[in-house]
């Protein structure tokens, strides 16, 4: 427990001492996520604190520079229920990254702000420290002889700049229950199978999550124009699609309206209305009864924004250790979550940015703001596409440059020879060697620096 002095107030507070209250088990220790911390930043703020009075909080690390912290990091906070209005000024941080250990288990570090009745001035420098402590627990005394100060710098952020392709960028559809949705076609054995509704089943996979993944699968028949391809995260290399899933989609022919088993029934759908009667009913069985099976599956509205398909897309991967893209062509397919999408108005639009998404220059320039865990720095969601990327016109010498060797790079991409059962990492790494050996990659990264210079 650490006692935090507010103003007048010796109040002891820890946020994993609160955590490990009853209450708190089920709503804050299972979803330690960035709104959480936030927010309870704001609620011990508006609590227990008067004007002038001071609190230091530990944070992730993405709270100086990630978007999802934007708003946050202003010091404004406006009411909403029964928080009233509480506005901060934040007056120094302390950064702590990886390199410091023992420490926690994510890069962190240490706001230090005072509550104010009018808008105070922006964080405007931060302390950042590296240096290995002699325990996790160590003495202010003894970690001071260990830290070292490294910057004391104005935060980066993640969200200025003009991003003219930020806005239209936008996170794929969340399908799931995965085992609800993606089949795969059942081997029917007898003469004359019926290709207008052909029989599929679930298909299991080890991504499938509890509770979801220990009951039963679905068989049936299905309409053929409620089968679809889905393109997910796994689906993609540098500049190639490497494959598609098969989906089941209520989506009404011709149209972007996603139906429940009693709208299909109601059209004259029968199979698909009595697969999704099926799994309406697991998921009323199962699920936390926040919203219907349909709303799930068009969750945001991811889904139904997508149509309808456009002929000229990009998308990459919101994860991975390196970013990865590719220009989609094929109007039938569908973009799952685990890929952000735009639509281009020329293929050679999509060509120019998959060159850019694809830059190791690129993910230089914002590998400093990803969120980093346990495992080291994954996710890169809108990051690449919030730096100022020129917006495309065909007649301009340095992107048409770019968009060439993005076609030479595709025809290299789709010339490597990929085994069908083969892993999608193995692939990637396929690929991008193909690349390096014909110097591609290097090649992009001088004609984006070129167009784009630090």
């Not at 001071?54 to 404004?76: D, W």
């Not at 941080?93 to 994510?106: E, I, R």
């Not at 004359?192 to 599929?200: D, H, K, T």
Request: hydrophobic share 40%; charged share 25%; net charge positive.
């Amino acid at each position: 427990m650490a006692q935090i002095q507010f103003h007048g107030i010796g109040y002891v507070a820890a946020l994993q001492g609160c955590m490990s209250e009853p209450r708190y088990l089920g709503r804050w220790k299972a979803s330690y996520t960035s709104r959480f911390v936030s927010l309870f930043f704001v609620r011990c703020t508006e609590r227990y604190l008067d004007v002038g009075g001071k609190i230091a909080f530990v944070m992730p690390m993405a709270a100086l520079s990630r978007g999802q912290f934007k708003k946050f990091m202003t010091g404004s906070f406006i009411g909403r229920g029964d928080i009233e209005n509480v506005r901060v000024e934040f007056s120094k941080a302390w950064k702590f990254d990886s390199s410091v250990k023992p420490l926690f288990p994510v890069p962190s570090c240490v706001l230090f702000a005072a509550r104010v009745s009018d808008p105070g001035r922006p964080l405007s420098a931060i302390t950042a420290y590296t240096g290995e402590l002699p325990m996790r627990d160590s003495h202010l005394i003894d970690a001071r002889k260990h830290l070292t100060v490294v910057a004391n710098t104005a935060p980066k952020s993640a969200f200025n700049g003009h991003a003219h392709y930020k806005r239209k960028f936008k996170q794929g559809a969340t399908i799931t229950p995965r085992k609800f949705f993606f089949v795969e076609e059942e081997p029917s054995g007898r003469i004359g199978s019926n290709r207008r509704a052909p029989l599929v089943r679930s298909r299991v996979s080890n991504q499938d999550k509890k509770p979801w993944k220990d009951l039963p699968g679905l068989t049936g028949n299905i309409e053929a124009e409620f089968l679809h391809q889905v393109a997910l995260g796994t689906s993609i290399a540098q500049f190639r699609l490497l494959t598609t899933h098969l989906c089941i989609l209520p989506l009404k022919p011709d149209s972007d309206e996603l139906m429940d088993s009693s709208a299909a029934m109601s059209d004259g759908f029968s199979h698909v209305s009595r697969w999704m009667a099926d799994a309406e009913r697991l998921w009323d069985s199962n699920g936390s009864g926040r919203m219907t099976l349909k709303e799930q599956l068009d969750y945001y509205g991811k889904l139904t924004a997508q149509y309808p398909l456009a002929a000229n897309r990009v998308v990459y991967a919101k994860a991975g250790v390196r970013p990865v893209a590719a220009v989609i062509s094929d109007p039938r397919v569908v973009i799952d979550h685990k890929l952000y999408w735009a639509e281009a108005r020329s293929k050679e639009e999509a060509q120019y940015l998959s060159g850019i998404l694809n830059s190791a220059l690129l993910h230089q320039r914002v590998e400093h703001l990803q969120a980093e865990g346990q495992f080291g720095k994954r996710d890169l969601d809108k990051l690449m596409v919030s730096l100022d990327i020129p917006k495309f016109y065909a007649e301009n010498n340095a992107q048409a440059r770019i968009v060439a060797i993005v076609a030479r790079a595709e025809r290299i991409a789709a010339s490597v020879e990929i085994d069908e059962p083969e892993r999608f990492q193995a692939a990637r790494k396929k690929i991008s060697n193909s690349l390096i050996e014909a110097n591609i990659l290097a090649e992009m990264d001088i004609a984006i620096s070129e167009l784009m210079p630090i």
